[in-house]
């Protein structure tokens, strides 16, 4: 067990170089981070750890877990980016953890170390680690529960695998939903189909040692649940898991769909740069998978690979998309590509890795070409050529990484440390972002600008508004809540508390954030409109003065 132990520290060391640098730097991202952040800080104000709040209200989207940890950290280290991405940013690192424990335990040390390697420094791994969002947390309980089962039906020691299966989807649940258990039974019953269908001899696991998985998982995810529907009622509970989880795949919740090959740029992008490479590992996976074959990497590849499909499908016939669904795979395509890099060491398939490898540079090569065009005959806004800069070098980082593993498979010399050169490279092009590129993009980040002006000047009673541009979620965040989300001056209101006039005449002064292009029709109310600041092309009006007519 010493060899799968010291792939998992290492595994957890790589996940670390790649998520941990530059976790604090910048302000959160809005719409997500800041919405998620505000709902921690909620907890704290409202000190109610069993109904969520947004805004002053009570709020039925996501269950509490991620917002306990971030709620947990914050409150003894400071309402800080850094500590509110911490979560994330953990189980980012448990998950390499997890892939290099399960995949050296399985296959051997190599893909272990391999498979960790690829999955931290996969593009979207790292972003996801890098958020103060949920779907790090809901990834490595998934990641867990299928590993579990899988060991449970091929050997390994299978009351410890199936107890902990049941505490990673309790867990997953408490992190994202339903969606948890139902991705593990989407992963584990096809390939139990397949494993029957290659002829492959599982362990059977007793019904009894199921049962106690169930009550295991009951146990740690009911508490919560009853908790909520005695407080809140029973419409949270609908709210909850009917709109936002059944709902949220047969509708569109917040405008947010997309096509049927939605995923597919997804993939290639967030699998960046390992992608060259995952065609090969599937047709290398495929013909390792098939009967008669019942090794144990047999079963991995057909693990894998039913990992890395089904999930895909079922997403893409979900009605609301979004990237960071599929990221739950990402250790499915990781194992591939550890597997065929394993057999390339090994002196196969060499060929077919040269073309891969060439491929990674080629591809940097004309997107750092066609960036440098734009950025010359494109009329850009100030400020965007830092931006436009970083996006070269950190094209540049990658270009000579690439070069570097593509000599190393075309030598055929050492070729079982070309998986390392690219891994190093991509986490120096992720340090670089983070530490670097980030901060140059806080210009383009208004809200948190105009609302530290806010924070100067509040005083008791005094609105906050915004109206007719994004961040309202950033706002509550960087000031206080209640913020009102008021419609435009021509618009008929949608309620008493999006009418502009309402909320401008109801406090001594008002606070609005809006956009720079002010409309035709643009009342004050008769009160005085004093424009304190502007960013990007937002603009901070104050309202104040003699009563509104």
């Known amino acids: 067990m010493r060899s799968p132990l010291r792939t998992a520290l290492l595994g957890a060391v790589v996940a670390a170089l790649a998520t941990i ?15 998620y952040g505000e709902v921690a800080r909620e907890i704290l104000l409202t000190h109610d750890w069993v109904v969520l709040h947004l805004n002053g209200a009570p709020w039925f989207i996501q269950p509490p877990l991620y917002f306990w940890l971030a709620a947990g ?14 979560p994330a940013a953990l189980a980012t690192i448990a998950m390499g953890a997890t892939i290099g424990y399960a995949s050296a335990a399985l296959v051997g ?18 972003i996801v680690g890098r958020l103060a969002i949920m779907d790090a947390l809901l990834d490595l309980a998934v990641a867990v529960g299928v590993l579990a089962v899988f060991r449970a039906f091929t050997g390994g020691r299978t009351v410890p695998a199936i ?13 994202k939903g339903p969606v948890a258990l139902a991705v593990v039974v989407l992963v584990i019953v096809p390939w139990l189909v397949w494993e029957r269908l290659a002829g492959a001899r599982l362990t059977r696991v007793p019904f009894e040692w199921w049962l106690v998985g169930g009550v295991v998982c009951f146990a740690v995810v009911a508490p919560w649940f009853a908790l909520l529907g005695s407080r809140a009622g029973s419409h949270a509970l609908v709210e909850l898991i009917g709109h936002y989880t059944f709902g949220r795949y047969l509708g569109t919740i917040e405008n947010q769909h997309g096509p049927i090959w939605y995923y597919v740029p997804v993939i290639i992008l967030g699998f960046f740069p390992w992608i060259a490479f995952l065609p090969a590992a599937l047709v290398a996976a495929w013909r390792a998978a098939r009967p008669p074959n019942g090794a144990l990497t047999a079963h991995l590849a057909r693990l894998a690979l039913v990992w890395a499909i089904v999930p895909f499908a079922f997403f893409s016939l979900a009605k609301t998309k979004l990237p960071n669904y599929v990221a739950l795979e990402l250790p499915a395509l990781a194992i591939l590509v550890a597997l065929w890099f394993d057999r390339v060491a090994d002196g196969q398939g060499r060929r077919g890795a040269i073309v891969a490898a060439g491929v990674v540079p080629l591809t940097i090569g004309a997107v750092a070409i066609a960036i440098a065009l734009y950025a010359r005959d494109a009329h850009l806004l100030a400020g965007t050529e830092a931006v436009m800069g970083d996006l070269l070098w950190m094209g540049v980082i990658v270009f000579v990484g690439s070069i570097v593993t593509f000599a190393i498979i075309a030598s055929g010399r050492r070729v079982e440390i070309a998986p390392y050169a690219l891994g190093a490279t991509a986490i ?23 609302a530290a002006i806010i924070r100067q000047q509040d005083r008791p009673g005094d609105a906050i508004a915004i109206q007719g541009v994004a961040g309202g979620n950033a706002l509550v965040f960087y000031t206080r809540p209640r913020v009102f989300a008021i419609d435009m001056p021509y618009e008929t209101p949608q309620s008493d508390d999006t009418d502009p006039k309402r909320v401008i005449c109801s406090a001594p002064r008002a606070f609005v954030v809006a956009s720079r292009k002010r409309p035709t029709v643009d009342p004050t109310y008769g009160r005085r409109r004093t424009p304190l600041a502007s960013a990007a092309n937002d603009v901070l009006f104050l309202y104040e003065g003699s009563s509104c007519h």
């Open 163 to 175: 107890v902990g299966a049941s505490v990673a989807v309790a867990l997953g649940i408490l992190a």
């Open 73 to 86: 950290f914050a409150n003894a280290f400071g309402l800080e980016p850094l500590w509110l991405r911490l």
């Open 21 to 35: 640098p530059g976790l604090g730097t910048g302000t959160l991202w809005d719409n997500s981070e800041t919405a």
């Open 428 to 450: 120096l092009m992720l340090a670089y972002t983070a530490i670097v590129a980030e901060p140059h993009a806080e210009p383009f980040k208004p809200v948190p600008q105009l």
């Open 109 to 126: 040390r190599r893909v272990g170390i391999y498979g960790a390697v690829i999955l931290s420094t996969s593009l979207m791994q790292a």
